[in-house]
Structures are given as C-alpha cells and as structure tokens.
C-alpha cells in the first residue's frame, strides 16, 4: 500500500479562486485605529507581540484550543475528590505567551504607560483566540480590589504581576506566579449581588469560613479567587486560594463546567463552597465597593475584546474580498461590496479609538471620565459586535458559515462581552447612577466632548441633544443615553484624531440620518477605507 504524503490534486478541477490562508501577516499594519492611538499616547512598538498574534503557529494554537475545549475531573480514579480542569496544550501555550507579554497584571508593577501597553496588547493577542483572555482579565482587574487589604496586596501582588505561567495545584505561597478568578453571582441573584446566600464566619485566626454556591464562577483553574459572601455585617469581599498553605485543597468544590454558546476553551463554572477559608478584603460589610474595583477593569477588557472581536471579522472579510472574485469583477473592486467594507471599517475604527483612549483614561486616573464613559461604552460597543461579525460573515458567503473558516467561532464569541460584567440593562442604568450620585462625571464627559466642538455642524447638534438629555435622565431612556453618548465620544476622537474622510463618513452614518444595515448609508472614498484597513500578506 501506498501512503500519501501531500494532498493530491482533483481529477474532476483544479482548486481557484480561493483566498491564501490569512497567516502571517500584521494585525497592527492594517488597523489604522490602533497604529494612531500608540503614536498618540507614545506607547511604543507592539510590532513583535503583533507579528506573533499574525502567526500561522499562534492562529493554529487558537484555532486548537477552541476545539478542544476543558474537561473537568472532579474525581480520581479511586474515588477521592480531584476538582481538577484538564486543557488543551494549545491553551497552555497561549495563556504562557500571553503572561510573558504582561497582559494580565503586570502593568500594576510597571512604570507609566504599561497600561496602555497592555490594552493594546490585550486587544491584538484577543484576535488570536478569545477564551483564555478571561483568567488574563481576571488577574488584571484583582489587584486594584485586593489593595483594599494593604497586607493581602503585599503578599499576593507581586505574584499575580509576575510575568509567568505555573498551572496546577499548588499552595500560592510555592509558586512563583499567580492567576486569579472571579466568583460572584449566585442562582437566586445574578448581578444583583446583594441577593447572595453563601455565607462567612470568622474564626478565632482572623480568617473566614465560607459556606454556599457560586452559579457562575470565571476560571475555576486559577490560584485564587475573589468572592462575595455574607457576613453579619453585610456582603463582603474574600479572597479564597484553591489550595492551603500546608498544600491541602480548600473546601471548593467543582460541580460542572457551563456549556456556553461561544468561549468555549475558557472554563466557566458552577461551585460550592464546603467550609472554604478566605481572607476578608477590605471592611466587612463593604465588598460590594471593593468588588466595584474590579468590575471597572473588567468592564474595559470587554469592550477591548469586543474591539478586537469586530476588527479580527474585519481582517477576515477584507482579506477575503482582496482574493475573491464573482461575476467577473473582484468583490474588493465591487461599488456595493466596498459599501459594506468601509461602514464595517468605520465601526471597528471607533470602537478600537475609543477602547484606547478609555485605557488611556485608567493610565491618567481620569477616575470621573471612567465613570460615566465605562458603563456606557460597555453597553454600546459590545452590542455592536454581534451585528458587526454577522455582516463581516456574510462577506464570505457559504464560506463563512463553515466552521473551518473561523468565522462561526468569532460570532458565537461576539455576544458574550455584552453580557459578561453586566448585561445592556445594568450597565444602562449603571450610567443613570453615576449621573445622580457624581454629578462631575457628566462634567467630565462634556469637557471631553467640547474639545471636538466647531468641527462639524452635525457632531455639535449631536452634542446639543446629549446635552439636553443628560440634564434629565430618565430610566426608559437609559439605553438611548448610553448610545448617544457612546456615538458622540466615538465621533469626538475621529474628529480629532483620525483622517477627514473617516470623521466625516462616520458622523454621516451615525449621527445624521444613518441606514439600518451595513452598507446602506453611501460612504465617500469607500475605497479608500477598505484599502486602509485590509490585512497584507
């Protein structure tokens, strides 16, 4: 018998008009948004992080880990418990680069401008796969709430910032790098957190025993957690490591894995707390507050991903339109086609220029800016990126609905930032809070909004409407306030920031009297703007 080494051709056709497979290339080349905002913010060159996320071998790596999704053992083969989660080495792989880049806590140990860095980082490494982003974030966002215990932050910080990966069961105090998860909302509860039953009671050593269930707890793998739990005093912040300084396994127990719709090589999942030990953060009584710290940072990861979401569907849709032909003409020469193209590159352009200059805003502890923009942002971006996907898909047509493609994979992630750290409606009425109980934060937005005055008649009848609206906000108007405020922060910083051409064409699509789908709005030079954001192999 006869082995066959290389792939023979057909004898019924050869195989044409098919795209190269998009590996190799760039991803920062052809994303004007991101090349303006490090230029801007001088954040320096992310050329090597980005040539590695363009990779053919990082692309397979994802590709992998989300198709080998997590398995879990809660037993071993005697019978005792083993609350263990088994990975892919694909995920291995990409979770020990991400750590070597610093894109989980590092920047918290860093000088100025590692934040920025990170964001940046964060969003291109996102387009490689998206799953593993979440114990990533999840380390990034737990150290401003662990420093409401200046002792725990001594001690586990430097750990959670060290540009390292040790997977496996160890106590912290043995390992030389830390990954952190969330474990917050219950059955009963959801993001109403005050609605939580697991319960704390100090002993006699200062530390607390934990007893209850977790309905949805981030990254179960992880070295430790912070949780929420009731005291006599109210819900409060722990910190609970999965195994205990004299190597023995805290009492968490992993019940099952979620079955997601997308994210499916990240573990997610359901836990009970069997009298597990932690260590209060901050005041009992007050974990909602410390908790708070830590949906901020995690809230700006999920527009970062919801970004790099929509930009990798784009980089998908361009190349592929570049190398395809139908009907006689290349769909990237096609009038219609290069409609689509440029109102899909406007989104993603804003999306990507906002997330950064958010980032930009931790950076500077823009603290009021964040408050009212975050939550809104949130709610916006997020929304945008299952519609931006789906269109991006249908620029592949067949193509694009088979899995091999990929793009089954980015549109089954794209709903998932909406929901993750509060849903449209909690976020919406998140802004409304801020407005009552920080009347600076509209200041700050406005301020921000006023640099960008005078540039355009319809940005500044925009600004107007804003205005009037923020003066009285109503509750039935929330998610309208938090899309207009989001279009004209959005239209702000192409204003300032981007070519004349894509301001105006996005104030034109979005602030003045937009179309209903992609494409629908004519785009002048939109040409132009597919060329500025295609992918070059």
Known sequence: MTLIDEPQAFSTHQVSNQPPPLSGFDPLACDPALGSALTRYAVGDLTPLA??????????????????????????????????VEFHPSWHWLMSRATSHGLHAAPWRQGPGA????????????????GHGCPLSMTYAAVPALRWSPELAAEFEPKLAATGYE??????????????????TEKQGGSDVRANTTTAERLSDGTYRLVGHKWFTSAPMNDVFLTLAQTANGVSCFLVPRVLPDGSRNGIRLQRLKDKLGNKSNASSEIEYTGAIGHLVGEEGRGVRCIIEMVSMTRLDCVLGAAANMRGALSEAAHHVQHRSAFGSRLADLPLMQ?????????????????????????????????????????????????VVAEALECLGGNGYVEESGMPRLYREAPLMSIWEGSGNVTALDL????QKQPSTREAVLAELDSA?????????????LRTELDSPAQERARGLAELLVLTLQASLLLRHAPTQVAEAF??????????????????????????????L
């Not at 990082?58 to 609350?83: K, M, V």
């Not at 005055?453 to 409407?465: C, W």
Request: glycine fraction near 8%; include cysteine.
């Open 167 to 184: 997977f496996g069961l160890r106590a912290p105090q043995d390992k030389g790098a830390l990954l952190a998860g969330m474990s917050m």
């Open 432 to 435: 409304l809070r801020a407005l």
């Open 51 to 84: 040539l590695e996320a363009g990779s053919a071998e990082a692309r397979e790596h994802g590709r992998l880990a989300e198709e080998n999704p997590p398995e879990l053992r809660t037993h071993d083969r005697y019978g005792n418990r083993a609350d263990e």
């Open 339 to 387: 409609q689509v193209l440029a109102d899909l590159a406007l989104e993603s352009e804003a999306a990507t220029t906002l997330a950064m200059r958010l980032a930009a805003a931790v950076e500077q502890q823009e603290d009021d800016l964040l408050r009212l923009a975050l939550p809104a942002t949130k709610f916006y971006v997020c929304k945008r990126a299952p519609v």
């Open 115 to 130: 934040h920025l860095r990170r964001a940046a980082g964060f969003y291109l490494w996102s387009q490689v796969e998206a």
């Open 507 to 536: 104030i034109a699509t979005r602030l003045g009297t937009p179309g209903r789908t992609f494409g629908s709005t004519p785009i002048s030079g939109a040409r132009t703007l597919l060329d500025r954001n295609a992918p070059t």
């Open 453 to 465: 005055a005078g540039g355009d008649p319809t940005y500044d009848a925009a600004l107007a409407r």
